[in-house]
């Protein structure tokens, strides 16, 4: 599967913003998906992740509440629903797909395949 993430951008702090991740080919139902980010001069660090079918959903603490992961499988899309944004939350966001209908994961080396990443920045 190839991943393509789009729907970053420049927004006010308390602002929403849809991150979008399309994949190809026919086997995106049999992947868990993840969103992690890094921001300047920091290391890649999760955000959220669900499982094959959405059933499951995890998130880092410092999203909690206010980000919400979802999938489409029909459409081969997932999406990151970001609320409340904060400054902190500036940086390249990537999706990410763990082959497998196992729980959803938050660590980087789990994954099989990335996207190529999408900016967000946060105004304060």
């Known amino acids: 599967v190839q991943l393509q993430a789009s729907g970053g951008g420049l927004v006010q702090a308390g602002d929403s913003l849809r991150l979008s991740c399309a994949a190809s080919g026919r086997t995106f139902s049999r992947y868990a998906m993840g969103w992690f980010r890094q921001a300047r001069g920091q290391e890649r660090e999760f955000v959220a992740a669900?499982?094959?079918?959405?059933?499951?959903?995890y998130y880092a603490d410092s999203v909690k509440g206010r980000f919400t992961i979802s999938r489409d499988n029909a459409k081969n899309t997932v999406y990151l629903q970001m609320n409340m944004l904060k400054p902190e939350d500036t940086a390249v966001y990537y999706c990410?797909?763990?082959?497998?209908?196992?729980?959803?994961?938050?660590?980087?080396?789990?994954?099989?395949?990335w996207g190529q990443g999408t900016l967000v920045t946060v105004s304060s």
């Open positions: 669900t499982s094959w079918n959405g059933g499951d959903t």
């Open positions: 990410a797909a763990d082959y497998g209908l196992g729980y959803p994961k938050s660590h980087d080396y789990e994954y099989d395949r």
